[in-house]
């Protein structure tokens, strides 16, 4: 199982490939948040979420017209449009990546929980660590529990969960699933002399071993030190931790 972050950027474009379209594990849930936030004024919207106006302003209309979404793609994986998901490209895999894919690839949402990519999806922003919710929603961690871990779990049965998702969405799953069967990964990028992690660069490469693990059915931690997209170069493999860098 590999698990990811979701992108704030998204299309409506429609894609021409063939991944039948599914309902999302916790619809209901979805549509009950946004039930809530259809209630805030665009300033509301501004304050808690800490954007634009121009963006508040987008997904207030997004909240307040949730059953009447205005999107022409509704599957999950084809409306993200950031570098994990540019670099994943799953426009691109074969018929049978895309069903690979689609079995083996799991999307952490702050709304609907938990996306398998050809999940229908309205268009929305709503980050996992957003706090100051409405009513008496404390914050998203709260409101989703174990209930995503769980379903993650039902998922992937005794095989190893590949994250590539970011902490601040890992941390929905992280306390409730055996972290022995987590594989995370690092990706450090050398430049004069100092190996840091470089937030574009990393998101792209997540995208870029989303894509690796798909294409070669990656099942075990062995086949993963073959990696080298990217310029990046396996290193060791420390506790749960996958480390690659990057020589500039």
């Known amino acids: 199982m590999i698990l990811i972050s979701p992108a704030k950027r998204l299309t409506s474009k429609l894609s021409d490939r063939k991944l039948v379209s599914t309902e999302a594990f916790f619809k209901d849930d979805a549509n009950l948040l946004a039930r809530k936030l259809s209630k805030l004024s665009s300033l509301d919207l501004q304050n ?18 949730w059953d009447k979404p205005e999107a022409i793609e509704k599957r999950a994986i084809f409306q993200f ?20 894919m689609n079995e083996n690839l799991r999307i952490l949402s702050g709304i609907y929980g938990l996306l398998r990519p050809s999940d229908k999806m309205n268009p929305y922003r709503l980050e996992m660590g957003t706090k100051s919710l409405p009513g008496d929603l404390k914050s998203l961690y709260d409101f989703w ?11 992937a049965g005794e095989n190893l969960i590949f994250n590539l998702a970011s902490d601040e969405y890992f941390t929905v799953v992280k306390k409730f699933v055996d972290l ?3 594989a995370n990964f690092k990706f450090y990028t050398q430049k004069d002399g100092v190996e840091k992690v470089i937030g574009v660069i990393a998101k792209r490469v997540r995208g870029e071993m989303a894509r690796f693990l798909i294409r070669n059915r990656i099942k075990t931690i062995e086949p993963i030190k073959a990696f080298d997209s990217m310029g990046f170069e396996f290193r060791e493999v420390t506790g749960n931790e996958i480390i690659f860098v990057q020589k500039g």
């Open 81 to 100: 449009e950031g570098d994990v998901f540019k670099n994943l490209d799953a426009k691109s895999l074969e018929d049978e990546d895309l069903e690979y």
């Open 48 to 65: 808690m979420m800490g954007i634009s106006e121009d963006i508040a302003d987008l997904n207030q209309q997004r909240f307040k017209n």
């Open 180 to 182: 022995d069967k987590i």
């Open 145 to 155: 529990g174990d209930r995503v871990a769980n379903q993650l779990k039902n998922e």
